[in-house]
């Protein structure tokens, strides 16, 4: 059985810092690309972060270049997020995601096969 749960999430101030944790088991995880994604209240959820399954490659979306940091840690079967200069935006429920490594990094929810649960993360002011 797939599992990936995050950790991490809480209640931040705007410029403040905040880390979130997803630990998978049930599928080997050095072959798999990883995901991060976050879905806020009435919208749909967008794309935060992806790695390569040896975390050589990093892609971002735009709301958050160059104030997150994702990467990976192959012997723990761990990725992480790491939320610099939090903004008000930022509030949502954030997912990590798993899918079977490609040529490229995806971006799109339904290239993604395994979702955690979601974890928290709310900025206020």
């Known amino acids: 059985q797939v599992q990936l749960v995050e950790s991490g999430g809480g209640s931040v101030q705007a410029g403040e810092s905040l880390s979130l944790s997803c630990t998978v088991s049930g599928l080997t995880f050095r072959l798999h690309d990883m995901g991060w994604f976050r879905q806020a209240p009435g919208k749909e959820r967008e794309f935060v972060a992806a790695?390569?399954?040896?975390?050589?490659?990093?892609d971002y979306g735009d709301s958050v270049k160059g104030r997150f940091v994702m990467f990976r840690d192959n012997a723990k079967n761990t990725v992480y997020l790491h939320m610099n200069s939090l903004k008000l935006e930022d509030t949502a429920v954030y997912y990590c995601?798993?899918?079977?490594?490609?040529?490229?990094?995806?971006?799109?929810?339904?290239?993604?096969?395994?979702w955690g649960q979601g974890t928290q993360v709310t900025v206020s002011s």
């Open positions: 790695t390569d399954m040896i975390g050589a490659v990093t």
């Open positions: 995601a798993a899918r079977f490594f490609g040529l490229r990094l995806k971006s799109e929810v339904l290239d993604y096969n395994y």
